[in-house]
């Protein structure tokens, strides 16, 4: 971001103190990933090499990615495996649901890779796992942070609102001019409209949505995005800094100070999202059980208003 004027990283684009995390240990950590590997289930913790994996797992809150662990995408800043998939896992809905339950998860975040290659895109497998939930844990809430669906994102959308998850969440990463370099295989305004969609057909569901700050963005590019999120009626916003996963990926282009994100979320706020999280750490399924919880409120509060 040129207008703060922050010192360009060093070639080893080493992290500022902020950022730095302890290595997972727990016991807790260990016990969760004995679960996942019994369960054939992969995780986004895992495979985008999450930062927070060793906070969030000691507390066994780990997002589960479904319809296997290789994306048919090739996103320049994730570092999830790009290749041809696996057929999809007809097992997948019950080890989901049986990991919430053993996990003891009062709140759920299911993701999955890009899959271009199914007709539908994978959005009958989100239903199942909704619906698989619903079953074995009714009490707990279910959010969901899908792929774009591209080209198939009215149907797939439908299907999935249909079985009814509390929270859609869909990033969209990073600002429209990064497009062609960050996000390559998508269209930032199909991202925007399928939020909208989302709300257009079932208004009681939350909507949700990221963006990755230090890829190069302007810092009125991301106020701009703000303002598109909250056109299409988005409730919740999260921020956090980009982490280059491997050499082969974007570079950092700044470490975006903690005192910037604090000026982010104030203007996130004012602009009128329910909820903002904004930090260096802030990844869309990071705390999303306690933000659900406050954006539940946030609504109540608004409406009690009205
Ligand atoms: S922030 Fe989300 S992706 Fe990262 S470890 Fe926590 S639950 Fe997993």
């Not at 994100?261 to 260096?280: C, D, E």
């Amino acid at each position: 971001m040129t207008e703060a004027l922050a010192p360009t990283p060093s070639p080893k684009q080493r992290k500022p103190d902020w950022i730095r995390v302890k290595a997972p240990t727990s016991a807790g950590f260990a016990e969760t990933k004995k679960l996942m590997r019994r369960l054939n289930l992969a995780t986004v913790c895992e495979e985008a090499a999450c930062p927070n994996i060793g906070e969030c797992w000691t507390k066994k809150h780990a997002t589960v990615m479904i319809l296997g662990d290789t994306c048919t995408r090739a996103c320049a800043f994730c570092n999830v495996k790009t290749g041809m998939p696996r057929p999809v896992d007809p097992l997948e809905p019950e080890h989901v649901a049986v990991a919430a339950a053993e996990l003891g998860l009062e709140h759920i975040v299911v993701t999955s890779v890009d899959r271009d290659d199914l007709p539908d895109g994978g959005a009958g497998q989100f239903v199942k796992v909704i619906q698989a939930l619903r079953r074995n844990t009714p009490s707990t809430t279910i959010e969901i942070l899908t792929p774009d669906f591209r080209n198939k994102a009215d149907a797939a959308v439908e299907a999935i609102i249909e079985a009814g998850p509390d929270v859609y969440n869909h990033n969209l990463e990073t600002v429209p001019r990064l497009y062609p370099t960050i996000r390559p295989g998508a269209r930032y305004y199909a991202s925007l409209r399928l939020l909208e969609g989302v709300k257009r057909h079932d208004p009681r569901i939350f909507t949700k949505s990221g963006v990755m700050v230090g890829l190069g963005e302007e810092r009125l590019e991301v106020h701009q995005v703000m303002d598109d999120m909250r056109s299409a009626d988005i409730d919740f916003l999260t921020m956090g800094q980009y982490l280059q996963p491997t050499p082969r990926h974007a570079k950092v282009a700044e470490f975006v100070t903690p005192q910037t994100f604090n000026a982010y979320a104030a203007i996130a706020r004012a602009k009128g999202f329910l909820l903002v999280a904004a930090s260096p750490l802030t990844r869309s399924s990071y705390h999303a059980g306690d933000d659900f919880q406050k954006m539940r409120a946030a609504r109540e509060a608004r409406l009690a208003k009205a």
